[in-house]
């Protein structure tokens, strides 16, 4: 049975869990921010489902990511710079590396960072939204650990790779495409997963070249090799398979070229002899500051027309609207506000589990 809580009641849960394992106070509230802005514009497959495989797990029980950040400036030229993360937590390494940019881009136009040696940092789209509150475009993306093959193959290779734009508009969201570069994600998986689901068809692709649905077994056959997710535009160049491809190759030479950072199959979790390491990824972070090209109002509106004008546009027989990207996450947010995050019973189920293996002091709504 599905349970609501509300979000602070879930964001202190997810700050003291985070503390729980060590993380600092100070970036605890950060990683646990990340993660409740996802529940809030509805990402669920990014928020509290990812606590504990992600991060409580990698930190505790795999012992491959650090919870105290190491925040390395490596270079740091007039509008870039380049940093090493060396495995800390990768929300507040992120934060961080944009705000960074942000700083850069209100002193020269333009500002630019990398990093390199960083971990899973949320949803993507939560560092460009940082830009846009400062009347600023901003670009951000990560590669990940091999899950989507390139087209015409069937070996993972690259990660799902976001490339995400933030602009600011005159209406209550910004425009925010977060999205993978593949047809679907490894968190939409894990969460077919939790709620006992198979995968749609033509998404995931086996060695044979055939598609895959079972959702648990496709996520053991990511890791072990068997499986792989396709580009945004599916399997071939038909429909276009190769576009997504092209996008999640540039999203993985920006995550690791400029910042000499690991890229693709040294990505995955285990050295040569079969340990268990760090995933070592890479982010880039780009900020522009509109106030060099025009007045920031008037970039707001004509954003906001050319997004009012798609959205006024002739609509499909049977559709009721046609929405513009960040809108569907806003009104998530509305619609949210009063209920919370929903909590199936697998997440319940992993909620116990950090709570009691860590000694906190909280009594779910769920338990009784």
């Known amino acids: 049975m599905i349970h609501h809580i509300p979000f602070d009641e879930m964001e202190r849960f997810m700050v003291d869990v985070f503390k729980g394992i060590g993380v600092p106070e100070e970036d605890a509230l950060v990683c646990a921010d990340v993660l409740i802005t996802s529940d809030k514009r509805g990402i669920d497959s990014h928020g509290i489902g990812r606590l504990k495989p992600i991060y409580y797990d990698r930190i505790i029980h795999q012992k491959i990511q650090h919870p105290v950040t190491e925040f390395e400036v490596v270079r740091n030229h007039l509008a870039t710079g380049v940093v090493d993360g060396h495995h800390g937590m990768g929300m507040v390494i992120a934060k961080r590396c944009m705000q960074m940019a942000i700083d850069k881009a209100k002193q020269h136009g333009m500002g630019m960072v990398v990093v390199r040696n960083s971990t899973h940092y949320g949803i993507a789209g939560y560092y460009p939204l940082m830009a846009c509150k400062e009347n600023m475009i901003g670009v951000s993306g990560t590669n990940a650990r091999p899950s ?4 015409f193959g069937v070996e993972n290779m690259l990660g799902t790779n976001p490339l995400v734009f933030g602009f600011p508009t ?5 425009f925010v495409n977060d999205y993978a570069s593949s047809v679907i994600q490894r968190g939409k998986i894990e969460q077919y997963a939790r709620e006992g689901r198979d995968c749609p068809e033509g998404l995931i692709i086996g060695r044979d070249g055939k598609s895959k649905t079972d959702s648990k077994q496709i996520l053991e056959d990511l890791i072990n090799g068997e499986a792989a997710l396709t580009p945004i535009g599916g399997i071939g160049e038909e429909t276009g398979g190769h576009k997504g491809y092209g996008f999640a190759t540039v999203t993985e030479v920006l995550s690791a070229a400029l910042q000499q950072g690991a890229f ?4 995955t979790n285990r050295d040569a002899e079969g340990n268990l390491k760090p995933y070592e990824l890479g982010h880039f972070f780009i900020a522009i500051d509109i106030e060099c090209f025009c007045d920031p109002a008037d970039f707001r509106k004509t954003t906001g027309d050319i997004l009012r004008t798609l959205r006024e546009s002739e609509k499909a027989p049977g559709a009721e609207q046609i929405y513009t990207c ?5 009104l998530a947010g509305i619609e949210r506000k009063d209920s919370g995050v929903p909590v199936n019973e697998a997440l319940q189920n992993d909620m116990i589990t950090m709570r009691n293996e860590l000694g906190l002091d909280y009594q779910f709504e769920f338990e009784e």
């Not at 005159?170 to 910004?174: G, L």
């Not at 693709?264 to 990505?267: A, C, D, P, V």
């Not at 960040?326 to 806003?330: F, L, N, R």
């Open 148 to 151: 989507t093959a390139p087209t």
């Open 170 to 174: 005159d209406e209550p969201f910004d």
């Open 264 to 267: 693709l199959r040294q990505l």
């Open 326 to 330: 960040g809108q569907k996450e806003y």
